[in-house]
């Protein structure tokens, strides 16, 4: 499952003693289909926060809340680019085609200045099924064989 709930689902990104960052804030452009180089860049946001905070503390962990990491992201690139693409997935509620005209038309014309902002309808756990309505799906067990040959044929 991807994380798709863009700049308005953006949860707060501190508590006392951790930080969210990456994949786990939501921090995936769909737009551009990205999230490791905003996972990447909100990890070391992160690490920055907390090298700071060992800094200013005689190289000790305080387990305190670092807000200064939220102020960071909310004013780097990462918040831009998702602000310039909060759109773009919602375009879709009214259908392929609509979707697809509407994403290029934030994507290469208005890029993130549209005065419109599309509600989300529904919470993503609306939008999921259960697992009774699925298969399992069943693996074969591994033989060691598989992985021995694909590294061999490198």
């Known amino acids: 499952m ?3 709930g863009g700049y308005h689902a953006i949860p707060k990104l501190t508590f006392p003693g951790g930080m ?3 994949c786990s804030a939501g921090f995936l452009n769909v737009a551009k289909i990205k999230g490791s180089h905003n996972a990447m860049k909100t990890g070391m946001l992160a690490a920055e926060a907390i090298y700071e905070d060992f800094k200013k503390n005689d190289s000790e962990l305080t387990g305190a809340e670092l807000t200064n990491y939220e102020t960071n992201v909310r004013s780097s690139w990462v918040a831009d ?3 310039a693409t909060r ?3 919602g375009g879709f ?3 392929l085609w609509a979707g697809l005209a ?3 038309l934030i994507t290469h014309i208005t890029k ?3 005065p419109w902002t599309f509600a989300h309808k529904k919470r993503d ?3 999921t099924e259960t697992k009774d309505k699925h298969q399992e799906i069943v693996y074969p067990k591994p033989d060691g064989k598989l992985t021995f040959d694909l590294l061999t044929n490198l």
């Open 2 to 4: 991807l994380n798709e």
């Open 87 to 89: 759109n773009f997935k």
């Open 93 to 95: 509620d009214k259908g």
């Open 20 to 22: 969210l960052a990456g």
């Open 125 to 127: 756990s609306e939008t």
């Open 112 to 114: 993130g200045r549209e």
């Open 102 to 104: 509407h994403g290029g």
């Open 81 to 83: 680019e998702m602000k």
